[in-house]
């Protein structure tokens, strides 16, 4: 059966679906009558058994995850979607996989490892509700921070928690070992008073891989990433592939280091924890955020750019959110008129009615939202 034949059968599905259930899927029309026996089944994702809850370090724990069998896999340095019910109601957040596609393709099993946030709903919460035998759902696997197929000589920069997907990364390439040809650097920086985790294993694949050089930084004794660093642990920089994970003021001072040794961008790749800051000149003027249907307004005069989505809780509001990062869409709402900027496309709205992502839409004129 070829592509297009497949896709036009899908699309008479839907068609089929929305007219007969009022359901985008027969799958949705029919997910209660299945979560009956089925618990937390869901239609849209994959039914998936946590195997273990380890803990990593005081403020850090590794889910390890079992996929049912429909799940296709991922690429070193991917992410996924984690679904889970908490008191009654679906919350979802995106995390990075820290284990290799090498491990997934032994044993069947995928490790996201998590940050727990001080003032966070969820990261704190997941290790106490979930156990062994604990059933979650996961989207397939997502994103583009991954390696090129034909690895060239690459530096890796990480902060924090932004080891996760490096870990990935570094685990599948330790399995190449003296067949490593190009040299492979990671830079990566914690403060003193925090764990460099998986350090003793990233240890082992420095010692599996020859070309593989890794430098754990201490920012509290020599200070962040820096143009010494750069020089310093990696000369030929302007000749390498660079990836960086980590906080995103970390990402926006290795950008702005790396931009001044006039390395090209297409050479940068970077992945944020959350939706990228945004930098636009603060107006003198206010501009004035009218929640029409609540009837309150909020003004971001003299004020740091904030997403809609922020303006709305310090509003007291409670919009539907997900993941926060512009990926899920469950903040979707109805932007009666006024311009906003969205942080993740990097362009402007028109001054109309259209749809907008809350979490990644800045405003940046007079806007009105039917919320």
């Known amino acids: 059966m070829s ?8 699309k008479v599905s839907c068609w089929l679906a929305r007219n007969l259930t009022n359901n985008a899927s027969f799958e949705a029309y029919f997910e209660p009558v299945v979560q009956f026996f089925l618990p937390q089944w869901r239609a849209d994702r994959f039914r998936s ?4 809850v380890r803990r990593e370090s005081a403020d850090m724990y590794s889910l390890v995850i079992k996929p049912n069998k429909s799940w ?3 690429s070193a340095g991917q992410y996924l979607e984690l679904i889970v019910e908490k ?34 709903q969820i990261t704190p919460w997941l290790p106490q509700a ?7 759902n996961i989207s397939e696997a997502q994103g583009s921070f991954v390696l090129n197929e034909v690895l060239e000589p690459t530096l890796l920069i990480a902060g924090g928690s932004g080891i996760t997907p490096f870990r990935s990364i570094l685990q599948q390439i330790s399995l190449r070992g003296t067949d490593v040809q190009h040299p492979v650097t990671l830079m990566y920086y914690a403060r003193s008073n925090e764990h460099f985790i998986f350090r003793q294993e990233l240890e082992v694949f420095q010692q599996q891989v020859p070309n593989l050089d890794i430098h754990f930084i201490d920012t509290d004794d020599v200070g962040f990433f820096s143009d010494a660093h750069l020089l310093g642990f990696c000369q030929d920089f302007s000749t390498r592939d660079i990836y960086i994970c980590g906080p995103s003021p970390m990402i926006l001072h290795a950008r702005k280091v790396l931009e ?12 944020f924890f959350g939706p990228e800051p945004v930098s636009l000149e603060v107006s003198d003027k206010a501009v004035n955020v009218l929640f029409q249907d609540s009837g309150k307004q909020v003004s971001t005069e003299n004020a740091e750019p904030k997403t809609l989505l922020a303006l709305a809780e310090e509003a ?29 496309t990097k362009k402007y709205s028109d001054t109309g009615q259209e749809e907008i992502q809350l979490c990644v839409s800045v405003p940046v004129a007079d806007v009105v939202l039917a919320l």
């Open 3 to 10: 592509i297009d034949t497949l896709s036009s059968m899908q």
């Open 49 to 52: 058994t946590i195997m273990d």
């Open 72 to 74: 296709k896999g991922f």
């Open 87 to 120: 008191e009654g109601a679906w919350v979802s957040r995106f995390f990075s996989i820290s284990s290799s596609p090498a491990y997934f393709q032994k044993t069947g099993l995928i490790e996201i490892s998590i940050r727990i946030q001080e003032k966070g």
């Open 130 to 136: 979930l156990s062994a035998g604990s059933v979650v």
């Open 260 to 271: 001044g040794q006039t390395v090209n961008d297409d050479q940068i790749n970077y992945e």
């Open 316 to 344: 007291a509001l409670k919009p539907v959110t997900g993941c926060r990062i512009g990926v899920c869409h469950q903040c979707i709402c109805k932007k009666k008129s006024g311009v906003v900027y969205n942080s993740k």
